[in-house]
């Protein structure tokens, strides 16, 4: 990379590297947005951003996954079409000169690891690599929260993706061997042990390398069903989000929802006693029902929430039948991965096993990926 960096910078005395996590979240699927609960944790796959001062009002930027260059200048911020890997750190620029006022220009080198379309999180890592980024470099008045914040204003507003705030929130704060319990309403949060290696199991992300062409549109389409829901549950009942419903609430809602609305609001309740439940037995030490819990929220994002596909529920049946510990989907779904435990010993054969079935199914592999549980963001040495 350094030899990469002396070419792109020329010289690099002054450069300074930075790099986020991509993300796995362990349960708490489709609630963030419902301003509920989750529980991602950070994974060492990042992605990186350097960057160098250059004494004018341009922006230079390369991508070493596009092999493309573009520059800009910093007041003429614009959407680009013809270069969309842009938006993102254009998005995050706009709303970091709206907090702070002008930044100088710099030249920058970006490049990741995560792989896209994979539900790893890629876009927040690329928003808070280069948000902090930015931070350090120029002293910003930013703590971290305004980061976070700030990075899902740019992908919503800018890029134009509805994400909730999990994604940038764990880039930023993960914490080796350690989920986090994030409540997405008053952004408090918890670090839970996780440390799978002293259970002898391994976190594999088995990627089923499709996006189905209604993923963008079923995401939307979820969130759009889970407003009209609220929207008429406010004619009833005193609250703001779906995360406020209680069981008599809830109760309610079976009984004045049409379908698919209830359907959508059974899973957001049900998901988020889920996830609380998790934490009380990752907390007691009870690892034999974890793999409970995430086989009825992949069952819930399949039946009710009907954002699970072929591919992933088939990955999700050979897991159980190859003796994973657990497995279920992660991340919006209709494509994406499947997040699963392994026992250690037998690591090798249960990828072997599944690429094969796979391939056998599918007429091509998955991805397999074998991660750890790593800190967020965070400055490299060059």
């Known amino acids: 990379m350094k030899e990469k960096l002396k070419e792109f910078f020329g010289n690099i005395e002054k450069v300074r590297g930075f790099r986020a996590p991509g993300r796995v979240n362990l349960i708490g699927e489709h609630t963030d947005y419902h301003l509920g609960y989750v529980l991602p944790c950070a994974i060492n796959k990042y992605f990186y951003f350097y960057l160098k001062e250059n004494k ?24 680009n079409n013809d270069y969309p890997w842009t938006n993102y750190l254009q998005g995050v620029l706009k709303e970091i000169k709206e907090k702070v006022g002008d930044i100088p220009g710099f030249d920058g080198y970006i490049s990741s690891e995560i792989p896209i379309g994979a539900g790893l999180s890629s876009s927040a890592a690329y928003e808070i690599s280069v948000s902090y980024g930015l931070k350090e470099y120029f002293q910003l008045p930013l703590n971290l929260i305004d980061i976070v914040k700030l990075s899902q204003r740019a992908e919503n507003e800018f890029v134009g993706a509805r994400c909730g705030i999990m994604d940038q929130f764990i880039s930023a704060f993960g914490k080796k061997d350690y989920a986090l319990l994030l409540d997405t309403r008053s952004l408090e949060y918890e670090y839970i042990p996780f440390d799978i290696k002293s259970k002898d199991l391994e976190l594999v992300i088995v990627d089923t390398k499709v996006k189905h062409s209604i993923a ?31 069981e008599e609430g809830f109760i309610l809602s079976q009984k004045v ?9 059974e899973h957001v309740y049900k998901e ?42 088939f990955l999700f049946e050979k897991a159980h039948e190859f003796y994973a510990f ?57």
């Open 272 to 313: 988020n006693i889920r996830v609380l439940n998790f934490v009380d037995a990752l907390k007691e030490n009870k690892w034999e029902e974890l793999d409970k819990y995430m086989v009825e929220s992949h069952n819930s994002l399949r039946y009710l929430y009907e954002v699970t596909c072929e591919e992933l529920d």
């Open 216 to 246: 963008g549109e079923g995401y939307s389409k979820r969130r759009e069903e889970g407003e009209k829901a609220l929207e008429i549950l406010k004619n009833y009942l005193p609250i703001n989000s779906l995360r406020d419903l209680d």
């Open 56 to 79: 004018t009002k341009k922006i230079r930027i390369y991508s070493e996954n596009f092999s493309q260059s573009f520059e800009f200048s910093i007041d003429k911020i614009e959407y």
């Open 326 to 382: 657990t497995s279920r989907m992660t991340g919006g779904g209709f494509g994406g991965s499947t997040i699963n435990l392994v026992p250690s010993k037998m690591l090798n054969l249960w990828c072997q096993k599944i690429k094969e079935s796979y391939k056998l199914r599918f007429g091509f592999p998955p991805d397999i990926l074998i991660l750890e549980v790593a800190d967020g963001v965070g400055e490299i040495e060059l």
């Open 257 to 265: 929802l049409p379908d698919p609305l209830k359907r959508r609001v």
